[in-house]
């Protein structure tokens, strides 16, 4: 299951351990029983989501394979439950794949954190062009530094935050529903926002009672509600 993010990223499914019935399972050994009926079953995790016994949404577990600019990835960091593994620029030559945005946004006064799409064609070109240039004229630099025999980790340091970089990450679901209440939500840079909207639709996927008891008892966000997906 893989979704193309931004212009040159992705968000993709390369593993998963579990479903909506891992959850059912791992909550009712606690009174040494399984499974009963999905009526009941469903109802169970609705129960758990409402009243916050969350530690079942632990047995499962995806593994992603993302690509994004560096500074979403350090965003995506900040979320510690959970394991990473991300590719190295000591280790490997930078491709030339840098992220660049097609609309413009500025900050408002009454929220620090948010940044809001303008229509005004003639900043936007300019904004894009001057982040083409600075991208461009980085790369060159690195590139000329590579050839010069530079070793790969000091030459990475002319480096934009737009330069892609990919990952692995490995998360619960319990996690992962917390990230989408940070992510999936106006108030996160949108870049990051485009990725939280990708994993909700594999989320909802495997785990439809889930996904739908966490949107009724636990989201906390904004974009998701009532989205059609």
């Known amino acids: 299951m893989e979704y193309n993010v931004l212009d040159r990223g992705f968000i993709r499914l390369v593993d998963n351990l ?17 499974l009963k009926t999905p009526e009941k079953d469903k109802a169970l995790i609705f129960y758990l989501m409402k009243h916050g016994h969350e530690t079942p949404f632990e047995h499962i577990v995806f ?6 600019p560096l500074f979403v990835a350090r965003q995506w960091f900040r ?9 190295s620029m000591r280790y490997t030559e930078l491709k030339d794949e840098f992220y660049i945005p097609d609309h413009i946004r500025v900050n408002t006064s009454d929220d620090k954190q948010k940044g809001i799409i303008i229509d005004n064609e003639n900043l936007k070109n300019k904004t894009i062009e001057a982040i083409k240039g600075a991208v ?6 690195y590139k000329e530094l590579l050839e010069a025999g530079i070793a790969r ?18 998360v619960n679901a319990r996690s ?23 994993i909700a639709i594999i989320f909802e996927k495997l785990c439809p009672w889930t996904y739908e008891a966490f949107i009724k008892y ?6 998701l509600k009532g989205e059609k997906k």
Request: no cysteine.
């Open 18 to 34: 579990g479903d909506d019935y891992s959850a059912v399972k791992a909550a009712r050994v606690s009174y040494n029983k399984g």
């Open 63 to 68: 593994t992603f394979h993302v690509k994004t």
């Open 79 to 87: 979320h510690r439950i959970g394991s990473f593994n991300e590719a």
């Open 136 to 141: 461009n004229n980085s790369y060159k630099v």
């Open 153 to 170: 980790e000091l030459a990475r340091i002319v480096l934009p935050l737009s330069a892609y970089t990919q990952f692995y990450w490995t």
């Open 176 to 198: 992962l529903m917390n990230f989408l209440n940070l992510r999936a939500d106006s108030h996160a840079q949108w870049e990051i926002q485009q990725y939280a909207l990708k």
């Open 218 to 223: 636990k989201y906390t966000g904004d974009l």
